[in-house]
């Protein structure tokens, strides 16, 4: 069975730019969450989406959005990037994303802002 | 609302054992535990969720202490494939939108040496 996906996998781009980063959870998980991981740090959670609703959001400016499709997928949005924008996007899928059930996280985006 | 794991890096020889440790100021309602490698996403190892509770994974193991809202995680006869950085992912009590939102600490670094 195929794990999380992410899409892409590594990114450059320069401060100002837009970007936008995929994630294909586990065939038959219906929750996604987003986390930011700085280097050095641990996650950092950004999103969590459950049957296409937004069910919490970490403290991240309003530059940051996301959303999620029928099929569960998510995307998340990333406006007027900085410097300190430079990270490891990480995706997790869960079951229902209750807080008692494991999230698997995908392999990540590696986003340089130049 | 981050759990603070202890300690920050441990070098081990192969076959000795290591405790890593985490601690919340929140009330936790689970605590769950990842392995990153180097450039790779976060493995899920365990989760942890009743006051007292303990699980084991071959020879790594954990226990949840809800009333002192700390956790631990041993590794005994550490392999040379324990390397990596480890992490503790806090909820909350505070269910509703704190719902699958795992905080996570800093990593403990743990690096095993033939």
């Known amino acids: 069975d195929a794990g999380v996906t992410q899409s892409p996998t590594h990114l450059i781009k320069t401060r100002g730019q837009h970007v936008t980063l995929r994630c294909s959870p586990i065939s038959g998980h219906k929750s996604v969450s987003w986390y930011q991981q700085v280097l050095g740090q641990g996650p950092q959670f950004i999103f969590q989406y459950y049957e296409k609703e937004e069910r919490g959001r970490g403290n991240f400016p309003d530059r940051f959005s996301a959303r999620q499709f029928p099929n569960y997928s998510s995307e998340l949005n990333v406006n007027a990037l900085l410097l300190g924008d430079s990270a490891l996007y990480l995706c997790?899928?869960?079951?229902?994303?209750?807080?008692?059930?494991?999230?698997?996280f995908g392999p990540g985006t590696r986003l340089l802002v130049l | 609302q981050q759990p603070v794991q202890s300690p920050q890096a441990v070098i081990l020889r192969e076959g000795e054992d290591a405790v890593i440790n985490c601690s919340s100021s929140k009330a936790l309602y689970s605590v769950h535990w990842y392995r990153q490698k180097h450039g790779e996403a976060p493995v899920f190892l365990m989760i942890l969720l009743k006051g007292g509770e303990q699980k084991g994974h071959d020879k790594i193991s954990a226990s949840f202490n809800e009333k002192k809202q700390q956790s631990s995680l041993y590794l005994t006869a550490s392999q040379l494939s324990y390397s990596g950085t480890y992490f503790c992912?806090?909820?909350?009590?505070?269910?509703?939108?704190?719902?699958?939102?795992?905080?996570f600490g800093r990593g403990t670094q743990l690096t095993v040496w033939p």
């Open positions: 992912g806090t909820e909350s009590k505070d269910r509703g939108s704190t719902l699958g939102r795992l905080y």
């Open positions: 997790a899928s869960s079951l229902s994303g209750g807080a008692e059930e494991t999230q698997y």
